[in-house]
């Protein structure tokens, strides 16, 4: 074992090296795409932390989900690599900016009183007073503001983040048991969702639709990823 690893060491080094050239290469290309992604991810947050102030609490909506369900990266380096990670990441921050866009109107279109404890009448979470300085809104009264929100429901995010990596892998990847796997989590985690009241049935019901039609569309529209391999080459995606 030893003499197989000092003999493979070198030559996975030079795959690694290569590699990582051609992934930055890449970034340096495409940066503009990645930079707007994950600033939108913090517009998302700000959009989600803002609708906190706008948040009313009132009596609970009536819910069948509720009735029926109690209270209670990737390597770069694999020789079978056929894919560049920085296009793929692209691709994800594309779909996750088009869930997002269309999550923010909804919210702010129509705001619910949230189901979650915190977000009831009574709780001095529930409402947020006006912000003391601009740095409040700026950095989302980071950490409680990202963990005691209120008001940013209709759809559910945890379900985009989750069906756009299923989605992804269900395109991308070949074991079959393990898309099977994600399906099943994605759902189990629905479940739990609405089990723990943070969300209602219908934002995850939502979410599951649009975010797969988004997908969809999107697919229609963005240029395939470019396969690296030659048509002998193995099949794989992702490990």
């Known amino acids: 074992m030893p003499v197989y690893f000092a003999r493979e060491a070198p030559k ?22 990645v930079l707007a992604g994950l600033v939108f991810q913090y517009i998302h947050g700000l959009a989600a932390h803002g609708v906190h102030y706008l948040h009313r609490p009132g009596p609970t909506l009536q819910d ?37 866009i269309l999550r923010i109107m909804t919210f702010y279109a129509t705001q619910l009183p949230g189901p979650n404890y915190h977000c009831r009448e009574g709780s001095k979470l529930a409402t947020l007073p006006p912000p003391d300085s601009a740095l409040e809104v700026i950095f989302i009264n980071f950490p409680w503001g990202v963990i005691y929100g209120c008001g940013d429901l209709i759809f559910s995010s945890h379900v985009i983040f989750t ?4 989605l992804t892998y269900k395109k991308y990847g070949t074991i079959r048991y393990l898309k099977q796997f994600a399906w099943l989590l ?15 049935t219908v934002d995850v019901v939502v979410a599951w639709y649009t975010v797969n039609l988004t997908v969809f569309f999107l697919d229609k529209k963005l240029p395939e990823l470019p396969d690296r391999s030659s048509s002998s080459a193995s099949p794989r995606l992702l490990p």
């Open 12 to 33: 996975l080094w030079r795959k690694i090296c290569i590699e990582a050239s051609i992934e930055v290469s890449l970034l340096a290309e495409n940066w503009k795409f």
């Open 64 to 100: 069948v989900g509720f009735l029926l369900i109690p209270w209670t990266f990737h390597p770069f380096f694999f020789q079978n690599k056929r894919i560049y990670t920085i296009l793929l990441w692209c691709r994800i921050l594309a779909y996750l900016g088009a869930c997002q």
């Open 163 to 166: 069906l756009v990596f299923v």
């Open 186 to 200: 994605a759902l189990i985690q629905s479940l739990l969702i609405i089990a723990s009241r943070k969300h209602y």
